[in-house]
């Protein structure tokens, strides 16, 4: 994901609640943060590269991130 966005000069704006939200959904008593890593794949990074295919997201761009509807929006700014 890291790649992905200085290539093509895109941040991230998390709001505090989408981190949050990211931390329940990611989180799971047995296997502790583990499944954070997918869980940030399937909810912010697929969304992400499937914007900018559309070419909702144009590089350089400001994205904000926040919590809504069970799972994570994304707003090009």
């Known amino acids: 994901l ?3 966005l200085k290539d093509r000069k895109i941040t991230l704006d998390l709001t505090p609640e989408a981190r949050d939200w ?3 959904v990611g989180y799971d008593p047995i296997y502790g943060a583990r499944p954070l890593k997918r869980a940030v794949q399937r909810y912010l ?3 992400l590269a499937d914007a900018i ?3 909702e997201v ?3 761009a400001t994205v904000k991130v926040s919590e809504g509807d069970g799972g994570l929006v994304l707003t090009p700014a």
Request: hydrophobic content about 20%; aromatic content about 0%.
């Open 2 to 4: 890291g790649k992905l």
């Open 22 to 24: 990211l931390g329940r």
């Open 45 to 47: 990074q697929d969304p």
């Open 53 to 55: 295919l559309r070419g």
């Open 58 to 60: 144009k590089d350089g």
